[in-house]
């Protein structure tokens, strides 16, 4: 039976990777931090399956002695500071967790059982201001926030490691990926759960920033598939995994919003445009100059031919039917309350 370690397990891809390392017959361990409450989040429902050991990226001894715990086969590091918007109000924290946790990781591994494999998050948020279209593992990286140059830190010390000491370590690029699951603070998140709400009519208006922000989103489920396929090759690789398709925050809005029955109708533009509600003309989606980036990225687009070919993957779950999973996930919830 193989061990696994997931740090960041309770988190959305950290929950779906262990349901399917469970699938799979693994000993699957995970690193969490003690807070003042006990908070399983996503891993609710595992907890029982799990054997989860408090640590923290930011304390090398306690990430060895996970290492020492589990006796793990395969690491994958999802731990991270991952809301790209607090890392320009904590900088220096996101860099401790997702530049020099990295570093913490691959050490403990080192250590204590060398011969384990290691799988990076790495994040399409380090192509930033795109080089080329589409983008590929090639592309010249350029980071338009803390987040993404901690965590191109974060890519390039373990490509450092893999060639400096043999490791079997590996990094997948990975476009931006969403599920029911999504927290709040997520921009897709925040659209699912304000359609739902609206429709419900528990809330009556949704501010966001730049509605024409391109992205390439794939649903987490798939994404998690890549990461085991990579660890499960002869040689250590990195691989871009995207869906080679961007749609911009407004189409994801209206995705949202027609799978909880409303039409919008937008009007204005710039910092004054507003979305309607088609059916009754009520604002229900504001544009709010406050929620720009400092430093935009305006589109992303991924290339995920390497993936593709080398590893078999597919993704399996459509831009429309990520949109309308999360928006009835959203309702059932709401209604619920």
């Not at 109000?89 to 080192?110: F, H, K, Q, W, Y």
């Not at 476009?175 to 029911?180: A, R």
């Not at 039409?263 to 009754?280: L, M, Q, R, T």
Request: with cysteine; charged share 25%; net charge negative.
């Amino acid at each position: 039976m193989k061990h696994a370690l997931i740090t960041g397990i309770t988190g959305q891809d950290g929950s779906y990777l262990a349901e399917l390392l469970l699938e799979k017959g693994y000993e699957v361990y995970g690193i969490w931090r003690r807070k003042a409450t006990v908070d399983y989040g996503n891993i609710a429902h595992l907890k029982e399956r799990l054997h989860l050991i408090y640590a923290d990226m930011t304390d090398p001894a306690s990430l060895i002695h996970a290492m020492q715990i589990s006796q793990a086969d395969e690491v994958y590091n999802l731990a991270a500071q991952s809301f790209v918007a607090t890392s320009w109000d904590t900088p220096l924290s996101t860099s401790e967790i997702n530049a020099l946790g990295v570093v913490n990781m691959l050490e403990a591994i080192r250590m204590v059982k060398p011969d384990c494999r290691f799988y990076q998050a790495s994040t399409s948020e380090m192509f930033g201001k795109a080089q080329e279209v589409p983008q590929t593992e090639t592309t010249p990286f350029y980071p338009r926030s803390p987040y993404g140059i901690a965590k191109l830190y974060g890519h390039w010390i373990t490509k450092n490691y893999r060639e400096s000491y043999g490791m079997f370590a590996c990094s997948g690029i990975l476009f931006n990926h969403e599920s029911e699951r999504r927290g709040l603070e997520f921009v897709t998140r925040k659209i699912s759960h304000a359609a739902a709400a609206i429709s419900l009519g528990q809330e009556t208006c949704l501010e966001l920033g730049n509605l024409d922000a391109r992205r390439d989103w794939g649903h987490s489920i798939d994404y998690v598939r890549a990461m085991w396929l990579m660890l499960q090759q002869e040689t250590p690789e990195d691989y871009v995994i995207a869906t080679n398709e961007n749609r911009t925050v407004r189409e994801f809005v209206e995705t949202a919003f027609r799978t909880a029955g409303i039409g919008i109708v937008w009007e204005g533009s710039g910092a004054a445009e507003v979305g309607k509600d088609a059916a009754d003309g009520r604002t229900i989606v504001r544009v709010d100059p406050a929620l720009f980036r400092p430093a935009e990225v305006d589109a992303l687009l991924g290339d995920p031919a390497k993936a593709m070919a080398e590893l078999g993957w597919r993704r399996e779950i459509g831009f429309t039917e990520l949109v309308e999973r999360m928006v009835r996930h959203d309702l059932k919830l709401l209604r619920t309350r």
